[in-house]
């Protein structure tokens, strides 16, 4: 479930929590809020960014063999060779 990201639209107005904003887990085919879940006061919903995985390590040959792909290496007269 993607975590969006809300800030009041009238600061002045909100609670504690609107004014400074809040993230709320929420299903992408539900409707973007419009109230506040504790004052009731119109918020907004901001544009956040977002993480991507990230790879501590490249994939070598044999974590590749491992995973069930087949590893092929050219040659200098223009054919590959399994390895």
């Known amino acids: ?30 409707e973007p809020l419009t109230h506040c879940p504790l004052c009731r006061k119109p918020v907004k919903k901001m544009v956040t960014g977002f993480s991507t995985p990230k790879y501590t390590k490249p994939v070598s040959v044999s974590d590749a063999k491992k995973a069930g792909f087949t590893i092929l290496e050219k040659r200098c007269d223009g054919n590959y060779e399994k390895l």
């Open 1 to 30: 479930m993607p975590t969006y990201s809300y800030i009041a639209e009238n600061p002045e107005e909100g609670c504690l929590r609107c004014r400074r904003g809040f993230d709320l887990r929420r299903p992408m085919d539900r």
